[in-house]
């Protein structure tokens, strides 16, 4: 039997994996720049704290969870997204006793029963923050900043912010009404979804995939002129500190995200690069979800990104040119007292340097060629006759240049030279 991946699964291969650890670099450098710490969330939880935390009425809980039964009889599920989890955690570990607001990070797989296609798997990677204790429209805003802030050190030019609102529990029931209301006529022209979504949360409708159910939405009434008074002064906060900070963004009055939990602000970034499907991220506020998960009321703000999608926002802004990262050293030896000689100049340079040697006896000329290849910066060059004499010849693999070298200098020869 030949044994492969499952469907909607992959193997990230070594020419491919350097992108994810790239993506994964740069996210933890400017998380900790913004102060989010990093947490690491089981793989499985209770079936319950996704169905009541995403909400049974989303496509997740409906159509996408991984769930099992374990020996025992427990229904579990492997985590379809992070912050359930998250606010799992910080209820049982009481991660709020301090006055400080908790801001937490992750990046980890999620898994999700969909339908396999271009940059869509059904294990995926991605990257997520929450930020619990607080509700001022400042943390929203400082989440917004942070993502746009990620693409563009990541290179992803010309990314947008869309907000939203979601309203609160006080404003959402008359809007639901007032939306069923304007869309009772057409609801035989939607599909087999949103006649569900239509009964149980009718925004949700906004976030169907169906093109034609999203044309018919076009005139619907917008949620930002039904929102209470609290949510109204929260939104225009947002924009406020959006403007002052400026953050890039436009108010998208069509916005919805896929989960029950979010109230007032919710946001995507966009980046059009990626056509039709361009959002790079989401998030918004979650303010009564920590209290419906068994915590004491506490406001809450997060947004998750799919790294999958990021990695190929990076490619075409690249246009494929972005390399792996070659090593900063060659060591190129020839003859048996030379190849011992280069381990152990390779295991003093590996102390700072990623060095790579061969191991399969070539010629020079073939390891120097596959030098080349990686995109070496020195090669160091070590034969039986530089050996006796204790030398080797230390070549700049970009400008072509070579110094012979004693042996005992080379690390700092090479220090110099790659500006270290």
């Avoid at 989401?282 to 506490?298: H, K, V, W």
Wanted: net charge negative; hydrophobic share 35%; with cysteine.
């Amino acid at each position: 039997m030949r044994y492969r991946a499952p469907r909607g699964t992959r193997d990230i291969l070594p020419e491919d994996s350097w992108k994810w650890q790239k993506v994964e670099r740069a996210f933890a450098e400017t998380a900790e720049r913004f102060r989010y710490k990093e947490i690491r969330l089981p793989v499985f939880e209770q079936t319950e704290l996704f169905a009541r935390g995403i909400g049974d009425a989303t496509d997740i809980v409906r159509k996408e969870m991984y769930t099992f039964e374990d020996r025992k009889g427990r229904s579990l599920t492997l985590r379809p997204e992070g912050t359930a989890g998250v606010v799992r955690s910080y209820i049982e570990h009481s991660l709020g006793g301090g006055a400080r607001v908790t801001k937490l990070r992750y990046f980890c797989p999620m898994f999700r029963y969909e339908r396999p296609q271009a940059g869509r798997y059904r294990q995926f990677w991605q990257w997520g923050l929450e930020a619990i204790g607080s509700g001022s429209p400042g943390v929203d805003a400082e989440i917004i900043d942070f993502c746009v802030s990620l693409f563009e050190q990541l290179g992803i030019k010309g990314c947008v912010a869309r907000v939203n609102s979601a309203g609160c529990k006080a404003c959402t029931p008359s809007y639901n009404e007032a939306l069923r209301e304007h869309l009772r006529p057409l609801l035989d022209r939607f599909c087999d979804d949103c006649h569900v979504r239509f009964e149980k949360n009718p925004r949700r409708m906004f976030d169907c995939k169906n093109e034609n159910c999203l044309a018919l939405l076009e005139d619907a009434p917008a949620i930002l002129d039904s929102l209470c008074d609290g949510c109204r002064e929260h939104f225009d906060s947002v924009v406020r500190y959006l403007e002052r900070m400026s953050v890039s963004f436009e108010v998208d009055s069509s916005l919805a995200r896929g989960l029950d939990y979010y109230t007032r602000t919710v946001f995507e970034v966009h980046y059009e690069g990626l056509g039709a499907q361009s959002a790079l991220c989401g998030g918004g506020r979650y303010d009564d979800l920590i209290e419906e998960l068994g915590g004491s009321p506490t406001p809450a703000c997060g947004v998750s990104a799919g790294v999958e999608r990021l990695i190929q926002a990076c490619d075409t802004e690249s246009g494929g040119a972005d390399v792996a990262p070659g090593p900063d050293v060659y060591v190129v030896a020839l003859g048996d007292d030379a190849a011992l000689a280069a381990a152990a100049l390779a295991a003093t340079l590996r102390s700072t340097y990623s060095v790579e040697l061969d191991h399969q006896r070539r010629s020079v000329k073939a390891q120097m060629r596959e030098a080349g290849k990686l995109g070496v910066g020195l090669a160091v060059i070590l034969g039986e006759d530089e050996l006796r004499r204790g030398v080797a010849a230390v070549k700049n693999m970009e400008t072509g240049n070579q110094v012979e070298t004693a042996l005992a200098d080379i690390p700092e020869v090479v220090g110099r030279l790659l500006e270290r």
